[in-house]
């Protein structure tokens, strides 16, 4: 639309009637340049100066004040739920056995362990390694389940960083005694004598035998009543888990000195009860009787089995 402007008897442009505001945009303004007097929109002349606003998402884009002024409204008014997420965010930035036991998920440490992998756990700050995390070595799947799980325990104290790891399936099946005896619990089983050697030598072979600590433990080694009765301290690098390590606590019978260092529930078990049931049947290394141990049945249920029993060997071990 053309524009006529009256300027005769020499009216000047600060004579014109003025406008308090602009409206929409579509006024026109008039401004000079080299090549003389020009017109332009207010809506251009708004875009030069702000900027193109249209790829804000603000309801309100008539100009950069109200947009920022938008923007802000927003965030007073979910201003705690920003310093939650604050806080969240430097709890999951901590480092430590305690963060990762508390924050599990499942993600894959890869086919092999590395050297960067061992020195996180060396240093303790499990940011590298953590429960949730598997590993698939050599067609063998591992999960580390529980950092620093025996760390100050022994009468020799446990001082080196570490995470406990065990495997997502049965190396193999094996008895706990050739007959239906549990003389000598644990420790005097034959699963102890004979039924671990080969699946130390596959962790050795998966971690490699420097990464595989040995740690003192506190076994049962004598049965009264069908009861464990009595215990001493070993060297380990290998064990059958016990109730209270997959449970949280007692199911069958049982006492202290099937327990012993390990009473705690491991914190990936804790936090994924499916990961226990297996779909086999692994053993446990209580004492249920003069003639049972406890084992993981592969329904789901905590039961007990006759020490010739061929189930499974689902062991746990420390690697560092």
């Known amino acids: ?9 020499g009216r000047k442009f600060t004579d014109e009637p003025t406008l308090d505001a602009l409206t929409d945009g579509s006024e026109t303004l008039l401004v000079h340049n080299d090549n ?26 008539t100009g950069l004040i109200a947009a920022i002024n938008e923007v802000l409204g927003v965030t007073g008014d979910n ?3 920003i310093t939650a997420l604050q806080t969240l965010t430097k709890m999951l930035s901590a480092t430590g056995a305690s963060r990762a036991n508390s924050f599990i998920y499942e993600y894959n440490l890869g086919a092999s362990f590395t050297n960067e992998q061992s020195a996180d756990i060396v240093a303790g700050t499990f940011d590298k ?4 995390g598997y590993w698939t070595i050599n067609g063998h799947k591992y999960w580390a389940g529980h950092a620093d799980y025996r760390l100050h325990c022994g009468d020799t104290e446990l001082t080196k960083h570490h995470m406990l790891v065990f495997p997502d399936k049965s190396f193999y099946n094996h008895v706990m005694n050739s007959t239906n ?7 005097g089983s034959n699963m102890v004598s004979d039924g671990l050697t080969q699946a130390l030598s596959t962790v050795k072979a998966d971690f490699g035998e420097s990464h595989v600590l040995t740690y003192r433990n506190l076994l049962a080694n004598a049965v009264s009543n069908g009861a464990s ?26 006492n ?4 012993g260092c390990d009473k705690s529930q491991i914190a990936l078990f804790q936090a994924r009860p499916d990961l226990i049931v297996n779909r086999e049947n692994w053993w446990l290394r209580d004492v249920r009787s003069s003639a049972h141990f406890c084992f993981v049945h592969n329904f789901g249920g905590a039961d007990t089995w006759a020490a010739s029993g061929v189930l499974g060997v689902r062991p746990a071990f420390l690697i560092a």
Request: charged fraction near 15%.
């Open 36 to 61: 003389g007097v020009k017109s332009i929109k207010a809506s251009a002349l708004s875009k030069f100066v702000t900027g193109d606003l249209s790829g804000l998402k603000t309801t309100d884009k």
């Open 229 to 254: 009765s009595g215990w001493s301290w070993y060297d380990r690098q290998i064990d059958l888990m016990n109730q209270a390590m997959v449970y949280g606590h007692v199911a069958w019978a049982g």
């Open 181 to 187: 005896v549990t003389t000598g619990a644990y420790y």
């Open 256 to 259: 202290g000195y099937d327990v």
């Open 129 to 132: 390694v953590r429960p949730g």
């Open 79 to 81: 201003a705690s739920a």
């Open 1 to 9: 639309m053309a524009i006529t402007i009256d300027v005769s008897n």
